[in-house]
């Protein structure tokens, strides 16, 4: 029985001022959170399902108003029980952008998913009281590539000198990331986190915000772990949104070509997170639908190092262990 389900089903007419409703499923994530759409009255509403003890909502709603007072389009808080862990919010609708994008729309559609970026890089860090994307973290986030996918997923144990190589790009990219100009980051900001509703993008899943890199959103993005575009049009269109957060934040001393190299290394430091996350997925929550997006993910990883002479010893190392074939191996094997 889904007793979490059950107290939602209890908790609702109160809420909704009727017990005349359906509830069906709206999506979960790479958490303990699920959502729930709600159909009552001749209109629908989503319902956060965060366990206590598991999810603490309270960074959702502060977040959510933050955003909001910025222009950016979120759900409305409609409801709350913070006790038993259920959020009613308002529905922005069950197409996302990785659902809508098409060639001939996407020009569209990431225009507007940029101009809400800029929106949430124009808030005040100093006033928006969320806590810092750090070394710690950066570090913490990169090691789990080697627990979780170098180990775990393909089995590879590292020499004490592979161990120190990865540690050394390791480095590198957390020092490229602090560099780089402090703003308000999503965290998430990807096609499964932006809806594509009528006027302007919705966005949702930024309860993990932090001050951070300024490229981190964007390539999140532009070199998104579910969708794939050419790499001439990603670069364009990540210059196109350098030029407007120039002129939005009167800041000099930047050039094109220091965004892009931040925007190359801020990429793999998070894809290199983001397959082992991935891989952590299927082996300690029992989630392997992520599985199947490790290739496209791994693709971004080895373009990286192909473009920066930085990361020669680093691609060389990849090609050492021979993952892409372990990977192709492991797909064979799964099929």
């Given at each position: 029985m889904d007793y979490r389900l059950q107290q939602l089903i209890e908790w609702l007419p109160a809420v909704l001022g009727s017990g005349e409703f359906e509830v069906s499923p709206a999506s979960a994530d790479a958490s303990f959170r699920r959502y729930f759409r709600v159909a009552y009255a001749g209109q629908t509403a989503i319902v956060m399902d965060a366990p206590p003890g598991k999810e603490n909502p309270l960074p959702f709603i502060r977040i959510a108003e933050l955003l909001a007072r910025a222009g950016v389009h979120t759900p409305q808080i409609l409801a709350q029980d913070l006790t038993q862990g259920f959020l009613v919010l308002s529905d922005l609708g069950d197409e996302s952008y990785l659902q809508a994008l098409t060639h001939d729309d996407a020009a569209g559609l990431y225009a507007d998913a940029m101009q809400a970026l800029l929106k949430i890089q124009s808030i005040p860090i100093d006033t928006a009281s969320l806590p810092p994307y750090g070394a710690g973290l950066l570090w913490q986030e990169l090691t789990l590539f080697r627990d979780w996918f170098l180990n775990t997923h393909l089995g590879i144990d590292l020499t004490p000198a592979q161990e120190q190589r990865l540690e050394a790009v390791f480095q590198l990219l957390v020092e490229s990331a602090l560099q780089q100009p402090k703003v308000v980051v999503h965290r998430d900001y990807h096609s499964r986190n932006l809806m594509a509703c009528a006027d302007r993008p919705g966005v949702i899943d930024f309860q993990d915000a932090v001050i951070g890199p300024l490229t981190y959103d964007l390539v999140s993005l532009l070199r998104d772990a579910y969708i794939r575009w050419p790499q001439q049009q990603v670069e364009q269109w990540a210059l196109e949104y350098f030029g407007r957060w120039l002129?939005?934040?009167?800041?000099?001393?930047?050039?094109?070509?220091?965004?892009?190299?931040?925007?190359?290394?801020?990429?793999?430091?998070?894809?290199?997170?983001?397959?082992?996350?991935?891989?952590?997925?299927?082996?300690?929550?029992?989630?392997?639908?992520?599985?199947?997006?490790?290739?496209?993910?791994?693709?971004?990883?080895?373009?990286?190092?192909?473009?920066?002479?930085?990361?020669?010893?680093?691609?060389?190392?990849?090609?050492?262990?021979?993952?892409?074939?372990?990977?192709?191996?492991?797909?064979?094997?799964?099929?």
């Open positions: 002129r939005q934040s009167a800041r000099r001393g930047i050039s094109p070509q220091t965004f892009l190299a931040w925007f190359d290394l801020m990429g793999l430091q998070r894809h290199l997170k983001v397959v082992g996350i991935f891989s952590r997925l299927n082996y300690r929550d029992h989630k392997d639908g992520y599985l199947k997006d490790i290739p496209l993910t791994f693709d971004y990883v080895l373009e990286a190092c192909q473009r920066h002479r930085e990361l020669d010893d680093f691609y060389q190392l990849l090609q050492e262990l021979d993952i892409r074939q372990r990977l192709i191996d492991k797909a064979s094997r799964a099929a």
